[in-house]
Each structure stands twice: as C-alpha cells, then as structure tokens.
T-cell receptor, first 112, second 114 residues
C-alpha cells in the first residue's frame, strides 16, 4: 500500500533561520509531488510541484524553495525564514493511474 | 481560470441533523471533483470523488453528485455525528497546466454539538 510521511510534525524557528521540511512517499514509483501551505483559518495554496527527480515548478514567488533529490523524496527549504512563513505545510502525491491527490499529516511551522 | 466556491462557515448543527455544504465550480473541460476532510491538527483526507457528470461519490454516509448543468457538487449527510466536526474542502482537478493540479475552495468548518 502507499503511504506518505512528513517530518517534523511541528517546528518553531526564529526569524532569519534556515528551514528544511521533508516528505517521503512509499509504495509507488515516479509520483507527482506537491507542497501546499495553509495559513491560519485559510484555504490551501499550492507552492511547488514536481513530476520527476530534479524537476521543480513554482506556483508563487516566495521565500521558499523545493528540491527532489530522489524519486520519492520532496524537500521544502528556506535560507532565511520570515514571520509570514508560519503556517501548516502539507505534502501530497498523485500517480499516473489516478487524478486523486493523497496528503501527508502536515508540518506546523511557527516563526517567531 | 478554474475556481471553486464554497459556502461560508462555520456550519453549526446538532447531532443527527441533516447536513448540506454547498460547492460550485467554474471550469473548462470536464474536471474530476473531490471532497476532502481535515480534522483538527491533521492533514487532508479524501472523503469522496466523482469523475464525470451525474456520478455520485459516497463514503461514510456522505454523498455528493456531480451536477454539470448547475456546476455544483454539494456535500450531504443525512445524520451528522459529533465526530464529523471538521473542515471540509471542495476541490476540482485542473489538467490545463499539463499535470494534475487541484484547485481548492476555502473550506467550510462544521461544528456538531451533542
């Protein structure tokens, strides 16, 4: 069966510090991978998506970047966090067999 | 572009009441439609989906019918439980960009009291 993991589950970081959030998928090959951000009380904003290793597309300009070093690993990074980067970060995947996306448990980031 | 509009929340109901959460969409082509549910502090879970007009998705007592003529995908449940309290997101799949992208509504919070 397919599963998706995210870590850490929660993170509190000072303004100006770096960030690395990790997402991994098990049980499938060559998934499409996605990063979303959910600000408090708001909907989901697609940040990045990837259709293969090293292939990253950004949906909105921002302080964040993404990388896909392995087929089933997706990393969200920042060199210097801003207060506005606080939120709930969700990773998801889809496969060629379906147009459904499946989500991980999320990472809650608080920037102080 | 494609978009999804959901009714504003919160929706507050008593246990065993009937639930309707409205969702309408604007899209080119024939997207698939989804309802996702988010329990407090958790990620999104797929609740149900429909892939073509007149399809009915159903799961855990929830239902939604893909209505092309009214561009709607309203979520219904005959008798809600306290455990249904969550945020519900309507979404459509947008393939216009060449890959599967989900367009979400803003979410509707449901609060069910005993």
């Amino acid at each position: 069966s397919q599963t998706i993991h995210q870590w850490p589950a929660t993170l509190v970081q000072p303004v100006g510090s770096p960030l690395s959030l990790e997402c991994t998928v098990e049980g499938t090959s060559n998934p499409n991978l996605y990063w979303y951000r959910q600000a408090a009380g708001r909907g989901l904003q697609l940040l990045f998506y990837s259709v293969g290793i090293g292939q990253i597309s950004s949906e909105v300009p921002q302080n964040l970047s993404a990388s896909r070093p392995q087929d089933r690993q997706f990393i969200l990074s920042s060199k210097k966090l801003l207060l506005s980067d606080s939120g709930f970060y969700l990773c998801s995947y889809s496969t060629a067999a379906t147009d459904t996306q499946y989500f991980g448990p999320g990472t809650r980031l608080t920037v102080l | 572009g494609n978009s999804v509009t959901q009714m504003e929340g919160p929706v507050t109901l008593s246990e065993e009441a009937f639930l309707t959460i409205n969702c309408t969409y604007t899209a080119t082509g024939y997207p698939s439609l989804f309802w996702y549910v988010q329990y407090p502090g958790e990620g999104l879970q797929l609740l149900l989906k429909a892939t073509k007009a007149d399809d009915k998705g159903s799961n855990k007592g929830f239902e939604a019918t893909y209505r092309k003529e009214t561009t709607s995908f309203h979520l219904e449940k005959g008798s809600v439980q306290v455990s249904d309290s969550a945020v519900y997101f309507c979404a459509l799949s947008d393939m216009n960009t060449g890959f599967q992208k989900l367009v979400f509504g803003t979410g509707t919070r449901l609060l069910v009291s005993p």
